[in-house]
């Protein structure tokens, strides 16, 4: 990109028409051909935040023929000419890391210093992704190492694109969980169609716009908009769709399972978190770990500590040192980088109050008391949890935490197993061995030992076990991913051998 012709205040003006935002279609910016457009609200005012495109079948569908013509040039630019594109995109994001945060505070009443760092964050991991994938290399197989094979053929066995990839981040990371799709894709020479999430829609349209403005080629990045629930049928069952990349909501991503045909899916879709606190552990830093791991962005992280499970005599002790840690949470308006915001809507808020009132009618202690004021919800601890309450398995995705008390780390263990869903578990406790054979045992893809889920550093694996996804994420899995082995067989013949 040069610089020069882009000033900081005008670098995104080619996504608007007055204030409406446009969609990105074979290197274009365009209207959408129904003539409608959406409107988005924030979350914690219910004021206008955007206005953008409301796509039309015909729309995606021009979309995807230009993304498939695209890919075929694409899987053949050099790779280290890929890979500078991709740090283009890197400096654009970073350079205008104010203006992208504005969108997310608006969008999805992220605070403000979390919103930079997410786009920070996507810079750093669309630069990495630029190194791994220029080092993803292919290997030699010879027949001898079969047994009673002669060495008269060579295997080169290499990954190629998978073709159009179909990605899907969900509201609340619409930069991060974009660009942790769309990088690897793209690396590995695919072509990306970008559904962005309806809340948080503008956010992956400035993602889409860095690679764009970085020059990547016409039609390797396309990003649509429009409702779930008017497209999505249509754009994942799309036949020129090779790969859906999704993280969202477990109903969503069940739907697309069973629709699609037989394409390469990567999937992630919730947890049920659970930190299992043992009496041997650090207690001040395992209630630290719990507050921050189940309050961040007021819980709605499919990462975070949706349920404690705690090893008694620990549980008044825990209890007290977890409720002193959410009494400091401030909460209020993301612009004053508040730790607990408005959650993301107000279906959500109903959502996470049904919950609440749930767990209070069937007797929980509520010990950090709830409170509503629209989608604003306070920061509520329950203790004495029971397994007939419906936050005991439900994934509230709002600052509700439940604390269950049980009798033994096996107990705490079988509790866990029995969630439909897993993500991620952590265990807290000074015992490594212990730590380890309750790794072995939690159905779930990451165990944290002594510190809180999390998804980052953005290069660790990234996977949900049961009704939490499909695939591994994280840079190199991805790469993996969004490509399929090709082998080409060299058989050599004998005759060429005069030495055998
Ligand atoms: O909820 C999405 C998940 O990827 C959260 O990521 O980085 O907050 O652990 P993180």
Redesign the pocket.
Known sequence: MNNSTHTKSDTFAVMKQGNVFKFLSNGEWRTSGSGKTMKEVTPYDNTEAYEFQSCSQQDIDEVFKAANRAQRGWAKTPLWKRAEYLRKAAVILRENKDEIATALVKEIAKNRKSAVSEVVRTADLIEYTAEEGTRLVGKLMTSDSFPGQKRDKLCLVHRVPLGVILCIP?F??PV??CASKVAPALITGNSVVIKTPSQGAVSALYLAASFHLAGVPAGVVNAVTGKGSEIGDFLTTHPLVNCISL?GGGTTGMSVCKKVGMIPLQM?L?GKDAAIVLPDCDLDLAAKAIVSGAF??SA?????VKIVLAVEPIGDELVKKVVDGVKKLTVGHPEENADITAVINKSSADYIESLVFDARQKGASEVCPYKREGNLLWPTVFDHVREDMKIAWEEPFGPVLPIIRLKSAEEAVEFANRSTMGLQGCVFTNDIEKAIHISDELSTGTVQVNGQ????P?HFP?QGFKDSGLGSQGVYFSLEAMTKIKSTVINLRQESFPMN
């Open positions: 969900p609340n990371y991060n969980l993280t992630e919730g961040s962005y709605q992280r499919c990462t975070a889920p999390a998804r980052g953005d990234f």
